[in-house]
Structures are given as C-alpha cells and as structure tokens.
C-alpha cells in the first residue's frame, strides 16, 4: 500500500507515553496541534507537525486533506461485548424496571437461558449476519476492535456454531473481532450432571477444537452464584492456562470472589466488579489483570456503578466496555456509557479516553493498538469539531466523521 500523509487535524490525541496503570490528569493526553499522521501498510510511520510532515516526504506520500476544525482519536477498543446473540429480552428490561431483580427473572424463566433458547434455534449464518450489523453499529461510533463472546450456545456443538459465527463475521466487517469462549456462562437448564462435570467436558472436548481451529485464545467465566463458584472454576482455568489461554473473568458483580480468581490464575482482564470492596481493589491494583468497568450493565440492571475512581486511585489499569448483550446492557453506546460512568465516579477526560483506547487494549492482551505513535495500527476516528473536550460533553451524542482502520477510509 503506498504512503499517505492525513491531516491536518487541530488535534490529536497521541496518549505516546501515557501510564498504562493508575489515576491521570488531562495534561497527560498528550495534545499535538494542527498534526499529520503519516501511514503505510497498515501502520502508523510518523506523526507530528503537520507542515513539518510535508516537507519531509518530499511529495512521497499522498495527501489526504482534511476539512478545518477536525480532532484525531486512536480507534476505540470494546474489550467486552455479547455480541453474537439471537432474539431479545426486551420484557425482561420491562419486568425490571418494574421491580423484579435480575436474578429473580433468570430464576423465572428469562435471563441467560432464554437467550440460549432463541441463539439455539438460529443458524449460523443466521448469527453471523446479526454479528456482521452491531459491528457496524459499533464502527459508527469510532470502535476499531470489539471482542465478542460466545456463551449463549453452552453444549460443545452450540458454542463451536458461535465461535464459528463470529469468525466467519469477520470476513465481511473490517473492524477486528476478537472471539472469547463463554461456554462457562452459566451451567445449561438441560444438562444431565453436576457443574464439575459439564466445566470438565468443555475443557476436555471443547478446548482441543478452540485451538485446533484457532477459534479463539481466551476463555472467560461468569463466577457468580447464579453461575459458577470460586472452586468449582479452578479446574475449568488450571487447563485453559495449560492450553496456553489467555483468562479473563465475569467478577464481582453481585457478589464478590470473582476478582480473587482473576488474580490468581494472572487473567488478562476481570471485568464488572460493581460489588467489589477495597479488599479486592486493592487485589487488582497490585497485579496485570486489567479491571474492566461495563457501565452499560449497570444502566441496564439499575445497580451500582463499578467503583472506577477507586481502583484508578489504587493504581489499577482501568478499561471501559460496552458488555452489548440482550439482558444486563442492550445499549450498546460505549461513549454514552463512558461519559456517564465519568461523570458518577469523577473521571478525567485522559481516564475516560485511555480506558476505551490503549488500556482496553491491554485487556485483550494487544500491545499493537490504542496509541497514536509510530509502529501502532494506524485505527483512528475523526470528529467535525475543534476541541477534544467536546466528544465527552456532548455524551456520545458527537458522532465520528470518519473512521480509519489500518489505514484504510472505512466509515465515513
Ligand atoms: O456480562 N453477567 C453475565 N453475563 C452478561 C449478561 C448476560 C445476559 O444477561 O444475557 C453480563 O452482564
Ligand atoms: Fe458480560
């Protein structure tokens, strides 16, 4: 691919050497003004003053123009979604409001398990053209990589059709897919046998085709008690990190247990934590394991928010995710969900924006993404306006102009 000089923007955020943990101010951004971004093959190969740029390409690269007042963001990461699901739960969000809890719903016949029913009967093909349109939705809104689950299929057959779904998705969608296996969502309504036993013929019979088809690197669980226990997981991760998995965790969000786990088995992410206490705070701020707010589950539910400031405070590397499914968060607005998490918790624009960029990149264990520097996938969104500032008060309500992907013009 030959050589394109972008710009110029009024700004762009780089975040070039921004902590990866702990709490920041704006100042720390890291702000060029009226900046170029230079791209070939993909990547980033310079950034900087945008007449500077110019000069030194010497007419070797292409220019792209850009109209006046535009801000430069690197692509946003949604490092938790449920993407590939079929039907909704649109009584069960009517039930809730009108007071039943969400567990009480599960246990009365909505919840996961209904969601299984309508993903069960739809084909896979079928599931990877739902796929195929939230990521579109998902790319209007500046997001160049989401991670998707499965977890609505669980028995070996359903969760294989699932991660074969979303894989074949990304076939037709530019943005990347990131699959996980869920099949540890819950323990299926119509299983003959304990927990232990279905958790161990996941690991034995669905694992070994995960990788043989490279279906996906990372095995998440929900740890919950309407899910699994604490003990009845350590097993079900022993062999996913003897498989060489990466581990990441539903913790903590009615009951706490889930982040100790996480911890322990080193997973690249636990996420929710909106029952967390400093106890395990403390846990995620001294180790690797991102913790991931999903504000939109809390939107949803109705409950707390994930004690975000907190866990910044301790020295945690904060993510934000949109955690999109049908029951807990039907939204879908990761700015939206983002700004009105910052807001209840007192985020800084630098924790917001680092959190749905190169933090939530280090949930998914990708270190090539979420910055805008030399060497980085040249993933960025670009918004009609002249101040960053603007993005987060208008409460994701300011759209993206255009999106790039790996240095390609793919939304606009
Ligand atoms: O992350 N908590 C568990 N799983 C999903 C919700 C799934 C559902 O309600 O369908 C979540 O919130
Ligand atoms: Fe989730």
């Not at 050497?17 to 920041?24: E, Q």
């Not at 993407?83 to 969000?93: H, P, T, V």
Request: glycine fraction near 6%; charged fraction near 20%; charge should be negative.
């Amino acid at each position: 691919m030959d050589k394109i000089l972008i710009g110029p923007f009024s700004q762009l955020l780089s975040f070039d050497h921004t902590p990866l943990k702990g709490a920041l101010t704006d100042d720390q951004i890291e702000i060029a003004k009226y900046a170029g971004i230079v791209v070939e093959d993909g990547k980033i190969v310079a950034i900087g003053n945008y007449n500077d740029l110019k000069k030194s390409e010497h007419n070797e690269a292409e220019l792209l123009l850009m109209a006046d007042d535009t801000v430069c963001v690197p692509g946003y990461i949604d490092c938790h979604t449920h993407l590939a699901f079929a039907g909704n739960r649109a009584n069960d969000f009517a039930l809730r409001n009108a007071g039943a809890s969400y567990l009480e719903i599960a246990e009365s016949g909505g919840g996961i398990w209904s969601t299984v029913q309508h993903t069960r009967a739809a084909s896979e093909s079928d599931l990877t053209a739902h796929i195929i349109q939230y990521a579109k939705e998902l790319l209007a809104q500046g997001i160049t990589t989401i991670e998707v689950k499965s977890g609505y299929g669980l028995s070996i057959k359903e969760e294989l059709k699932i991660l074969r779904a979303i894989n074949k998705a990304q076939q037709s969608v530019s943005v990347d897919l990131i699959p996980t296996c869920l099949a540890a969502h819950m323990k299926p309504k119509d299983y003959n046998g304990s927990s232990e036993d279905y958790l161990n013929e996941i690991a034995h019979e669905l694992f070994p085709v995960l990788k043989s088809e490279q279906l996906t690197n990372r095995i998440d669980a929900f740890i919950e008690k309407s899910a699994f226990t604490a003990d009845q997981i350590e097993q079900y991760f022993s062999k996913a990190k003897e498989m060489d998995f990466d581990i990441t965790v539903h913790a903590d969000q009615f009951s706490t247990s889930g982040s100790e786990v996480a911890v322990r088995f080193e997973a690249v992410s636990a996420d929710h934590l909106e029952a967390s206490t400093d106890l395990e705070i403390e846990l995620l701020a001294n180790s690797h394991t991102v913790a991931v707010a999903l504000p939109g589950a809390s939107i949803g539910i109705g409950c707390a928010f994930t004690p975000a400031r907190k866990l910044l405070d301790q020295g945690a590397c904060l993510a934000i995710a949109t955690d999109w499914n049908p029951g807990s968060a039907p939204m879908g607005q990761l700015m939206t969900q983002a700004t009105i998490l910052a807001t209840a918790e007192k985020l800084s624009n630098a924790e917001l924006f680092a959190a749905i960029t190169y933090r939530a990149a280090q949930a998914l264990n990708l270190s090539d993404r979420g910055r805008l520097r030399k060497g980085e996938l040249a993933d960025f969104a670009v918004y009609k306006t002249d101040n960053y500032q603007n993005i987060t008060y208008r409460q994701g309500t300011l759209k993206p102009i255009q999106v790039w992907k790996k240095g390609t013009l793919i939304y606009t």
